[in-house]
């Protein structure tokens, strides 16, 4: 690891202040530290946010609103989470482990970076990583990689599971930087890599996370995450699906539909979701409505299989939904 | 190389920091001189603030009930501490990348990963081990049944799934046999004791309720 000097402020304003050049604020640590150790992120400051007033969880009829430092179990067993937003506490059960569940803050969820091998291995050419150096994944082992709004600099997977069910929620990202307040619609907060892959996203020097904003949804209660991965547990997604349906009469009236492990940021899919309204809730229905999913996948040598994935996913978690 | 070694904290039986210090001093002289003064109660000394090491933070902790003060490398993980500082050698580095579970200890009566929680950040903080389960030679009931039912073979990954496994009855986790594979994902055996850490962990959780 390179050296680096350590505060751990009490306040957000002080915070800010204490940031800057090659800072880098510190969470929970399960992205930062290990990204230390590879030396993928070489911060010379540390600046641990963990002090700061930036808790709580609120549900209410505004809709939900989460502390950036929210752990990630404490918002997934919140019984108002559970019972309004399944989605969301879903999502996070399916992610990672129980120890880094209580370690993982909301804010940083949202802001960790790619697990594509060649991004943490600082021997290969990765341009994410440095950029102009070349994407070794283009050619090399990329069975995990995206099809989804990647570039031919870029095919990185955005590895969030929380994202995808907030991003299907139209959550907001509040931020708080040195020129103040302001929030952002969470699928706008993502850029797509383009040939600049090393700019993930739209947050300021030194902007802090401060929370995460979910609108009122009633029909949100008949929401879930369906992830299809290597293992049972403990693995990120090859595919997964957020899907939240309102049915009435067995006809889907709205629908709310993202989807993950595929995309290069967490990815909503509006013409699936058109596609859903009027429909019976059966299963050939639903086939009939993802059909389009994964138009425009560039797939790689290895992850060919994923668009059929990706529609099968669909059926399934839109099945388990449309029966709740 | 020189500079991932100073990441681990020296021995206190070994290397002393004067010379860990000395071994360090190159790679990181730009870096201090260009920082602002850090918060009073956790700054380091600030008068040669070019000079490596001298960044070291204070860190009060308890661990398994006793108190410990330190001076800490701001890289140093906790679990490098546990081992290496504190002679707490229970806890164990499996892949030091939150992968495998081996480091699991407790802080603030959670469960965590101690290879990717840096000493500095839990400063003030209760941290309990393996060690701290015991009480005296009276083994923890889950210890105990992890014995009875042999719950491990080579026993390297046993301490982190005893911390799991005391966590996961007080989280209400371990109620079924599925809920028990679930939550316990996070602590990977590759002697594949599975079953009969499932089969321990169901008889603890009788005894711990
Ligand atoms: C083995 C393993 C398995 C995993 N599996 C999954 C999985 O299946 N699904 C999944 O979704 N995730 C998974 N994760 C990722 C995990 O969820 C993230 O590492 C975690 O959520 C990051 O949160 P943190 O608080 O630890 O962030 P940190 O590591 O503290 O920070 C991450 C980044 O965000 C910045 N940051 C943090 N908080 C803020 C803030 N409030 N404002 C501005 N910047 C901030 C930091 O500077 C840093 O750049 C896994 C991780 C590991 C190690
Ligand atoms: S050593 Fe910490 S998870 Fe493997
Ligand atoms: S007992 Fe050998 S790794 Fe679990």
């Known amino acids: ?324 | 190389m020189a500079s991932r070694s100073p990441s681990t904290p020296p021995h206190r039986d070994g290397l002393s920091r004067r010379g860990f210090i000395g071994r360090t001093g190159a790679v990181v002289a730009g870096t201090a001189a260009a920082s602002a003064p850090l918060d009073t109660a956790r700054a380091a000394p600030q008068s040669a603030p070019a000079q490596q090491g001298e960044n070291l933070v204070a860190v009060a902790l308890t661990v398994n009930g006793r108190s410990v003060r330190l001076m800490a490398d701001p890289r140093w993980t906790l679990l490098d501490t546990l081992r290496e500082r504190l002679s707490l050698t229970g806890t164990k580095k499996g892949c030091d990348r939150g992968q495998c579970g081996a480091c699991t200890v407790h802080v603030e009566g959670r469960r965590v990963l101690s290879c990717l929680t840096l000493t500095a950040s839990v400063d003030g903080e209760h941290v309990t081990t393996v060690e701290g389960l015991s009480d005296g030679e009276h083994l923890h009931p889950m210890q105990r049944a992890f014995i009875a039912h042999d719950g491990f073979q080579c026993g390297y990954c046993t301490s982190g799934q005893i911390m799991s496994a005391v966590a996961l009855v007080g989280e209400g986790h371990a109620d079924t046999d599925d809920d028990i594979k679930e939550y316990m994902s996070g602590n990977i055996c590759r002697c594949g004791a599975y079953p009969f850490i499932r089969d321990a962990i169901k008889d603890a959780r009788e005894e711990m309720r």
């Open chain 1, 1 to 324: 690891m390179h050296a680096y000097d350590f505060a751990a402020p009490r306040s957000i304003r002080s915070a800010i202040d204490r940031a800057g050049g090659e800072s880098a604020y510190l969470a929970g640590g399960t992205t930062l530290v290990d990204l230390m150790k590879l030396e993928v992120m070489t911060p010379s400051r540390v600046v641990d946010i963990n002090r700061l007033p930036l808790k709580g969880i609120r549900v209410d009829g505004n809709g939900l609103r989460l502390g950036a430092l929210e752990r990630m179990s404490d918002v997934a067993r919140h019984p108002g989470v559970r019972s309004r937003y399944p989605v969301v506490a879903q999502a996070l059960e399916l992610s990672a482990s129980q120890q880094l569940r209580n370690m993982a803050s909301m804010g940083g969820n949202l802001l960790q970076r790619t697990r594509c091998g060649y991004f943490r291995d600082t021997s290969t050419p990765c341009n994410k990583r440095l950029p102009g150096s070349g994407c070794a994944a283009l050619t090399g082992e990329n069975r995990t990689h995206a099809i989804l709004g990647t570039s031919d600099s870029c095919v990185a997977t955005h590895p969030s599971d929380v994202a995808v069910a907030l991003v299907a929620l139209d959550a907001q990202v509040e931020l708080y930087g040195p020129h103040g307040r302001r929030s952002l619609p969470l699928g706008d907060f993502y850029r797509l890599p383009g040939n600049t892959p090393h700019l993930e996203n739209h947050l300021l020097p030194r902007e802090l996370i401060t929370g995460i904003t979910v609108p009122s949804l009633s029909w949100a209660r008949h929401s879930g995450y369906l992830k299809v991965r290597d293992r049972q547990s403990y693995e990120f997604a090859l595919t997964s699906a957020a899907v939240a349906l309102d049915v009435s009469g067995g006809v889907v009236r709205e629908a709310r539909v993202a989807v993950g492990g595929v995309g290069t940021r967490p990815w909503r899919l509006p013409a699936v979701e058109q596609a859903l309204v009027g429909r019976r809730t059966t299963e050939a229905a639903y086939e009939q409505a993802v059909a389009h999913a994964a138009d425009g996948a560039r797939p790689l040598a290895h992850n060919a299989f994923k668009p059929e994935l990706l529609r099968r996913t669909l059926v399934r978690a839109l099945t388990t939904v449309g029966e709740l």
